[in-house]
T-cell receptor
Framework: NAGVTQTPKFQVLKTGQSMTLQCAQDMNHEYMSWYRQDPGMGLRLIHY???????DQGEVPNGYNVSRSTTEDFPLRLLSAAPSQTSVYFCASSTTRYEQYFGPGTRLTVT | GENVEQHPSTLSVQEGDSAVIKCTYSDSASNYFPWYKQELGKRPQLIID?????GEKKDQRIAVTLNKTAKHFSLHITETQPEDSAVYFC??????????????FGQGTILTVHP
């Protein structure tokens, strides 16, 4: 199993551009989520999904969209990138209500 | 919503000493408390967790204790080694009912173990 994978590893965007961060898992996990990590602020939940076709907002959802058309994939879309979205983004998945396993992360810089 | 406070923000110890990191949470409905270790440039890795029906859990040199009444839980690392140096995060989650709940993280503790 590859576990949780994320692409790209690094990305630089200009203000106003849009892009999609990809997340995939091959463990048949129902629960997937997106976090952003900023210095001194831990990890904050952006959006999460409890199964295909079901998504919900987390703590910091503004400026981001998600969809879950398959169990395996959970892409995160930035609609119009802003410098405040410069961060490291982690995707996570879980088969239970408990343990979550993180992907390797995407480092995003918005100039 | 849930609020998790973590202390200290930095912790420096000598190799072989013990390290303790403490977290408090606000939502009495939270019943799952994991700890993650994150090395520089890497993903967070689950190292130990505890559920609210248990007061203490050990795994070799690491242990976690939970005080539900006071709403705080702690990570204990004994006989620290330089490879324990990393950022440690606590988290809390309401895993009850039919919802998977949301994982709320503390701000992190930078642990440095000096040889």
């Amino acid at each position: 199993n590859a576990g949780v994978t994320q692409t790209p590893k690094f990305q630089v965007l200009k203000t106003g551009q849009s892009m999609t961060l990809q997340c995939a898992q091959d463990m048949n996990h129902e629960y997937m989520s997106w976090y952003r990590q900023d210095p001194g602020m831990g990890l904050r939940l952006i959006h999460y999904s409890v199964g295909a076709g079901i998504t919900d907002q987390g703590e910091v959802p503004n400026g981001y969209n998600v969809s879950r058309s398959t169990t395996e994939d959970f892409p995160l879309r930035l609609l119009s990138a802003a410098p405040s979205q410069t961060s490291v983004y982690f995707c996570a998945s879980s088969t239970t209500r408990y343990e979550q396993y993180f992907g390797p992360g995407t480092r995003l810089t918005v100039t | 919503g849930e609020n998790v406070e973590q202390h200290p923000s930095t912790l420096s110890v000598q190799e072989g000493d013990s390290a303790v990191i403490k977290c408090t949470y606000s939502d009495s409905a939270s019943n799952y408390f994991p700890w993650y270790k994150q090395e520089l440039g890497k993903r967070p890795q689950l190292i130990i967790d505890i559920r609210s029906n248990v007061g203490e859990k050990k795994d070799q040199r690491i242990a976690v204790t939970l005080n539900k009444t006071a709403k705080h839980f702690s990570l204990h690392i004994t006989e620290t080694q330089p490879e324990d140096s990393a950022v440690y995060f606590c988290a809390a989650k309401d895993a009850g009912g039919t919802s998977y709940g949301k994982l709320t993280f503390g701000q992190g503790t930078i642990l440095t173990v000096h040889p």
